[in-house]
């Protein structure tokens, strides 16, 4: 059974950075694409944000909200995926999620996944 493990969530102050880690069970080349999803806090009815996707040939994709602030990285020989968050804001406070699937999907899709984390909470104070 696929395992995904993030850790790396904190409070910071806003403008703070954060790398989140995502240790995987098996290695992460297996994968076709992973990626990094988000939930404010009170929102869990509602469908996940994605923050930030990478797929095996290495091109990466981001959402609105990740452009710019936020960069995915993924190390094979480690297996682990990573999200590295600059110049935080409050409005980043979330519960982040780490995804993979095997399967070539839309890369911010979270119907595209098939394996997820439990998450890391972030907060950011102002």
């Known amino acids: 059974e696929d395992q995904l493990v993030e850790t790396g969530g904190g409070s910071v102050q806003a403008g703070g950075s954060l790398r989140l880690s995502c240790a995987a069970s098996e290695s992460t080349a297996n994968f076709h694409q992973m990626a990094w999803f988000r939930r404010h806090p009170g929102r869990e009815g509602q469908t996940r944000e994605g923050?930030?996707?990478?797929?095996?040939?290495?091109?990466?994709y981001y959402g609105i909200n990740g452009q710019g602030r936020f960069t995915i990285s993924q190390d094979n020989t480690k297996n682990t995926l990573y999200l590295q968050m600059n110049s935080l804001k409050p409005e980043d406070t979330a519960t982040y999620y780490c995804?993979?699937?095997?399967?070539?999907?839309?890369?911010?899709?979270?119907?595209?996944?098939?394996?997820w984390g439990q998450g890391t909470q972030v907060t950011v104070s102002s």
């Open positions: 995804a993979a699937t095997y399967s070539q999907a839309p890369a911010l899709w979270t119907t595209s996944y098939s394996s």
């Open positions: 923050m930030a996707a990478i797929k095996r040939d290495g091109s990466t």
